[in-house]
Nanobody, 128 residues
């Protein structure tokens, strides 16, 4: 059984940083495409960043230059380093895992259909 457990969320002031973690069990992080999504109440869940199985990275335009997605293969964990946080980054952040090496294309990686497994989410709140 695959389980994804997010942690690291919290409340920070604008300009601050947080590091999210997604610990996987029953799933090998290094072998597959994984991503971070976020969602605010009443809004569609949006893709934040993806790391393909070959290490290729893609980011949403809104977070480019501020967020970094990475894998910790030794501890089977996906990370999201978030810097220069803005109030508009406030959301529930979800870890997502696929069963393939790739998640779509450069333009479609943020489609939820590519991902089979989801975590329960961790809340990030950025105050101005």
């Amino acid at each position: 059984q695959v389980r994804l457990l997010e942690s690291g969320g919290g409340a920070v002031q604008a300009g601050g940083s947080l590091r999210l973690s997604c610990e996987a069990s029953g799933y090998t992080v290094s072998s597959y495409c994984m991503a971070w999504f976020r969602q605010t109440p009443g809004q569609k869940r949006e893709g934040v960043a993806v790391i393909e199985g070959d290490g290729t990275l893609h980011y949403a335009n809104s977070v480019k230059g501020r967020f970094i997605i990475s894998k910790g293969n030794a501890n089977n964990t996906l990370f999201l380093e978030m810097n220069s946080l803005k109030p508009e980054d406030t959301a529930m952040y979800y870890c997502a895992a696929s069963r393939g090496l790739y998640c779509g294309t450069t333009d479609s990686w943020d489609s939820r259909g590519w991902y089979t497994y989801w975590g329960q989410g961790t809340q990030v709140t950025v105050s101005s």
